[in-house]
């Protein structure tokens, strides 16, 4: 059913239930929003009106509406450019940054702060209101996200993106009035409660009052300490997000000139993760068909992402038999750089510092688990997100899109294209895919394009026939799916052998630590074709035939699953539940 209106004296038609705000986008009027926050092909809206920013004047009403959540009415005459509407929004803005720091400069969100922004379109230049401002210590606790309240405007966008989309519930609103803040309850550390450290409302957040633990100081110290060997990993989704904050296209894969920047800030050598996604399939895998031969334990869930996995030891440790006991790629990395790297190039592990560039602020408290350290040695040392190594590229004067491309160091950057998609929802369950299906036929198959698991779609389902058996598969991204999900298996309504789980809405690509995207998933869906594009020119697109892992277990580790795999490539989870 169709809505017929007038805004600004332009008629529009929408579809019954459309909100001001979505019927003056049609007619390609803006207007200002600060806590609105859109992701279509997520279905995730938040419509809670807290800032009143995007306030308009609709006839025959005594108040101003907030256009982002004012249902549209037959007949109805919208105006959003009144200078009752102007002034409102002025005096809003004005209130807002009364109660906010003023340290721009030097905040993480500089210049992609949405308050910011706002102020200069305005033209805010200086304020009429001044007084008390609310205080809080900042949490620095959980090695991955930094929660700074006094920055807080209490669009309460993380607490939609917490409970909403990913079913943590961690985020609420806390106090009243002035003193009102989004935060756990009883303002608890982070490190102190449920949180996964996903991010996603680090992306959510407009302002500085949510971001990453800063690591790039401890990156730029180990590159300066003479007595330190520096190597450093770079995930699949990285190289086609980092070009983004250097101007170039959303989908631009800019994995060479990424190692180039890499190389001239003074890296020893420069890896790829790819080349662990490998190594994670050959363990996955072979664990997936013991476990389908023996019709136990099953469906395996995959293990690549942390904040999928504390999300499960939270909230489902009744099933922490099934996800696979594999390291994530992150982690394997670390483990054989720390051993069979360091013992090839004669360097004790101690004095091997590998640093990872991740998509994902999960990374760094994984690297901080009690288990990924040895005699006090961790497998990784430092995590820093895409975001920290663009800051770092320019901290260092290099202009990024003028570099020449260069390839990896050798042997732990040599991947295939099965790597690459590991970055993409559905990416990891086609790569194991492809190396199940040429080891139960026996044969090099030619058709590995498992297109039933690729999409946005928050959940996925498909039967795969490999040599007559039928594999039921799913693929799940955004927490809340994946309780969707884990849900029907719990209540018998739904039976698969497989099940990849990403914890962020799209996977890794959509990672907290990625270069914002302010709610556009067209940035998504290019990020994720570039992706499977790189796979599609890789010469080599199954794990198992990468030489240098080939040589990895003839060398090292013996076979997939043997004791040494298990010693240095394999985990065991751990029941939060209180």
């Given amino acids: 059913m169709k809505v017929n209106l007038k805004i600004n004296d332009q008629p529009v038609s929408v579809e019954a239930g459309s909100t001001i705000l979505e019927a003056a986008e049609k007619l390609e009027i803006r207007i200002p929003t600060l ?55 002025r005096t809003i803005l004005d209130l807002l940054l009364s109660d906010h720091p003023k340290d721009c400069l030097i905040c993480p969100k500089n210049l992609n702060c949405q308050l910011q922004a706002l102020a ?50 961690v985020l609420s609103a806390v106090g009243r009035g002035f003193q009102a803040v989004v935060a756990p309850a009883g303002l608890k550390p982070l490190a102190e409660t449920e949180c996964v ?20 100081y401890s990156v730029w110290r180990a590159l300066n300490d003479p007595a330190k060997t520096v190597v450093v990993q770079t995930a699949p989704a990285v190289r086609v997000a980092i070009g983004e904050s250097f101007g170039l296209e959303p989908g631009s894969i800019s994995t060479g000139r990424m190692v180039t920047a ?20 050959m363990e996955e895998t072979t664990e997936l068909i013991e476990r389908v031969k023996k019709n136990e334990k099953l469906p395996i869930l995959t293990s690549c992402c942390p904040g999928w996995v504390k999300f499960l030891e939270h909230q489902f440790p009744e099933l922490l038999y099934m996800p696979s006991s594999a390291k994530s790629p992150q982690q394997m990395f670390g483990a054989i750089a720390k051993s069979y790297y360091a013992q090839k190039i004669g360097v004790a592990p101690e004095n091997l510092v590998v640093v990872s560039v991740m998509p994902c602020l999960s990374k760094k408290y994984e690297a901080s688990r009690e288990e990924f350290s040895h005699d006090g040695v961790r497998d990784v040392d430092i995590v820093i997100s895409t975001r920290e190594l663009a ?33 993409a ?20 198959l030619q058709e590995i394009e498992f ?19 039928s594999l039921h ?10 309780r969707r999900l884990l849900e029907r298996i719990q209540n018998g309504e739904a039976s698969y052998h497989a099940i990849e789980i990403m914890a962020c809405p799209g996977g890794c690509l959509n990672g907290g630590g990625q270069p914002y995207h302010h709610g556009d998933t067209s940035i998504l869906k290019k990020r994720m074709e570039a992706l499977y594009r790189d796979d599609r020119n890789k010469p080599i697109r199954k794990s198992h035939k990468n030489p240098s892992i080939i040589r990895l277990y003839e060398e090292f580790l013996g076979e997939p699953g043997s004791h040494a795999a298990h010693k240095l490539l394999h985990t065991a989870y751990v029941n939060r539940r209180d």
């Fill in 197 to 216: 450290f996903c991010g996603q409302c680090v992306q959510a957040c407009p302002v500085g009052a949510l971001s990453e633990i800063d690591n790039k």
């Fill in 35 to 89: 806590c609105h926050f859109s992701m279509d092909c997520f279905h995730v809206e938040h419509r809670c009106a807290s800032c009143r920013v995007c306030v308009v004047e609709v006839e025959g009403r005594p108040n101003l509406a907030p256009a982002c959540a004012t249902p549209v009415t037959e007949g109805m005459v919208v105006r959003t450019n009144t200078l009752r509407a102007i002034n409102a929004r």
């Fill in 425 to 444: 929802t559905g990416g990891v369950l086609e790569a194991a895919l492809r190396t199940a299906a040429d080891w139960i036929t026996g044969k090099d």
């Fill in 473 to 482: 598969v799913a693929v799940c991204s955004g927490l809340g799916n994946a």
């Fill in 262 to 281: 890499l190389r001239m800030l003074g890296f020893d050598k420069v890896f790829d993760t790819d080349f662990a996604a490998d190594l994670t399939i």
């Fill in 120 to 169: 200069q379109e305005m033209g805010l230049h200086h304020l009429l209101f001044k007084g008390e401002q609310s205080t809080y210590n900042r949490d620095l606790s959980s090695n991955a996200i930094a929660r700074d309240l006094d920055k807080c405007i209490m669009c309460r966008r993380c607490e939609t993106a917490c409970n909403s989309v990913q079913t943590v519930g």
């Fill in 391 to 423: 800051d770092m590229i320019r901290e260092a004067g290099i202009r990024f899109d003028q570099l020449e491309e260069q390839e990896y160091d050798s042997p732990l950057g040599e991947s295939t294209g099965a790597a690459v998609i590991f970055g």
């Fill in 451 to 469: 297109t039933a698991v690729r999409g946005l779609e928050g959940i996925k389902e498909a039967t795969v026939e490999v040599d007559g058996l």
